[in-house]
């Protein structure tokens, strides 16, 4: 089985900045892509950022200019680069990786909150 391990989440004032990680088990292999989501209460889960083991990514509008993800491909490792931080991005952040025949396996987190407030 794959487990990740997130770290990286807390509290921080409007316009502040945090860096989110998830390192994957070794178990992980064939990788596709790794990326972040995360849900509100009381809203639907959302897409924030996504990487490709080939470097393409994909980010939702509203944190475009703001969020910057990378990945380690050697440590099995995401990040995302959380600046300008706005209270509308507080949420639980979940890592999720894509790995096997087209992506077809999927592993999730067990989440890092993240709160945005003055």
């Known amino acids: 089985q794959v487990q990740l391990v997130e770290s990286g989440g807390g509290s921080v004032q409007p316009g502040g900045s945090l860096r989110l990680s998830c390192a994957a088990s070794r178990t992980a292999f064939n990788i596709n892509s790794m990326g972040w989501y995360r849900q509100a209460p009381g809203k639907q889960r959302e897409l924030v950022a996504r990487i490709t083991s080939g470097g393409s990514t994909n980010y939702a509008d509203s944190v475009k200019g703001r969020f910057s993800i990378s990945m380690d491909n050697a440590k099995n490792t995401v990040y995302v680069q959380m600046n300008s931080l706005k209270p509308e991005d507080t949420a639980v952040y979940y890592c999720?990786?894509?790995?096997?025949?087209?992506?077809?396996?999927?592993?999730w987190g067990q989440g890092t909150q993240v709160t945005v407030s003055s």
């Open positions: 999720n990786v894509r790995m096997g025949l087209r992506g077809s396996i999927e592993y």
